[in-house]
């Protein structure tokens, strides 16, 4: 088929055409630079249609599903549109190799896929499917050619969705993308695609753990005998004390001849590269062609035997004795360098290699993909840091975008580009100190209210200001453009960096309910009490203290200046200290219930800080 779109054409007046890829399944694919976005590559697909064509239909049906996807290992959706009778849809490049062009590289060696890699591929893949089926998506049709291994990270990637279609819900409907994925891992281990033969006697030629092997023919028979929940169950207990490490041959090879689909006989391919040798204990058994009996024997004159048995035992004392001296000058040599190279003034650094934009811009899209968000959604944040760093109203970002017409896709006109990396940096190290937990919270966007945390902050005999306090604390460690009172205004909840804010409260209160940064106080039997820590940059430690109504009490609190401090009584609105530089307080404590103590830290570094608590009792005579 003819290329439809030419080397050097800027399409729809964004896209810069870069390189043909090829034909996939549904039309004409080519490499792109997006021009309204820093030159990022991308794909576009190009499939000519006319009204009513059914092939136009299903590629319309798989822009639709890509739109309404949002997974880190699936090539994201960027746009679709029309322009006459071509149907354009426009994803993420993904650089990689695709796993068929990866296994093509290992039978040219000889080599195959081992055990303990395939389980890593499944195990990798398998929180991709489980995603598409919370989203009643089945793929259809996942194989090695529509599987990615991205270069920035490793992981396996889809990026072809032209199969995939909704399904409503029916047990087993989804059963089809797990059949593939043992059918793939299968390919991977025997190097055999689409086997005439069944996968029992395929498997038959490789040395597998028994468990492995009865979990993929389970789930390579059709109907597959295992769902998905079971399959990930089984693969995460699978025994690891046996990955073979000496291939098993059989006398005789497979007897399945592969198909059309096959990658091809075992010869090295002229001008091929594959992938880096593996031990020859990893070398597919088909290339390997036994006798089962040996009947050569060998007669060894005892005599002559034992002579020659002395000469070797001598050679290799000899040699053992030659290597030991070796080895001693070596290490003299390397003693005497080390000296030398202490005595000698140190270099700077100056001479380090310093990164491209290409290798910076590819760290960052690694680390927005470990964390699972989508481009527009990560956009939106860094936009909304800078709109807060250069006081500009929001209101005015979503009119220019409109303006536009590009959404978040459109230009970044925010800032300088040395402003736009600071901030692209401080987002994403705010999202990465979350933990596990919270970070997946916020990748499914399921943050929501700031409120909905209070009742179990109050199971803890803290307010919301305490609360509020330590969130506020850390997140403007993070992102200091956001001022104290901004984050206490009702406008910020609608803000798009709330999101953030809300992601760190999630984190909080893990952090309180484990007890590693809270702390409930007695005074029960004494009259003082010492606490000593180490404040992280941007962390803090609550304390929810009962305290007698009819006492004196003092607080005092030995930290750098950075250090902040809040003091609550148990009930009303009134506020003894909040985020206060001063360290030292005391008075009459009249209420009953529990105060509530808040330490924090505005520092760049981790500071030391000792605090004592003191009850002053009083003492009544009788009347």
Known sequence: MTPSLSL???????????????????????????????????????????????????FKQQAEILYALDHPQIANFREFFALGTE???????????????LLKGRRNQGKAFTESEVRQWCRQLLPVLRYLHSQKICHGQISLEQVVRRRVDGLPVLVDFSHSQYYCGTPGEDRRDLHNLALGAIALLTGVVNPNASGEEVLSSVALSPEFRQLLLQCSCWPPLVDLPTLADNLNNLPQKFLPTVASFSPKS?????????????????????????????????????????????RVDGLKGLVKKSLILLGLMAIAMAMGWGAGQLWLLGQQRAMLQSLAPDKPEDDAPQKTDLEIKNEIRARRLNLGISPQRFQALVD?????????????????????????DGPATLGTPEERMAMTIAVLDALEGLNRDAIRDFAQN?????????????????SSRSFYDLVNARFHHHLPMVSLTSLGEPDFEQRPLAQV??????????????GSHYQRLSFEGTDQLNLRGTLEPGKGYAYAITI?????????????PSARLSFYPPTGPEIILQNSAIHRWSGPTAQAGYYELVITSEAKEAIAFDLELRVMRTNFSPL
């Open 501 to 514: 804010w809300n992601a760190m409260a999630f984190d909080s209160l893990a952090s309180l309910e484990d």
């Open 8 to 58: 050097g054409q800027r399409l729809d007046d964004r896209y810069l055409i870069q390189l043909h890829l090829g034909t996939s399944s549904p039309g004409q694919q080519y490499l792109a630079h997006d021009t309204h976005r820093f030159d990022e590559p991308c794909t576009i697909t190009v499939l000519t249609s006319f009204p009513g064509d059914k092939t136009g239909n299903l």
């Open 384 to 408: 909304d840091g800078l709109a807060f760093q250069l006081n500009i109203d929001p209101e005015e970002i979503t009119t220019n975008t409109n303006n536009t017409g590009n959404n978040n």
């Open 548 to 560: 007698p109504p009819t006492e004196q009490f003092s607080l005092e609190l030995d930290a750098p």
């Open 446 to 462: 399921n943050s929501g209210d700031r409120r909905r945390w209070i009742p179990q902050v109050n199971q803890l005999r803290l």
């Open 254 to 298: 497979p007897s399945a001849q592969a198909t059309n689909g096959d990658v091809g006989p075992l010869t090295k391919g002229a001008g091929e590269a594959g992938e880096p040798s593996l031990p020859l204990a990893h070398q597919a058994p088909w290339l390997f062609h036994f006798s089962t009996t040996i009947k050569t024997m060998v």
């Open 87 to 101: 149907l354009y849809l426009v994803q993420d490049f993904i650089e990689g190799q695709s796993y068929l062009d």
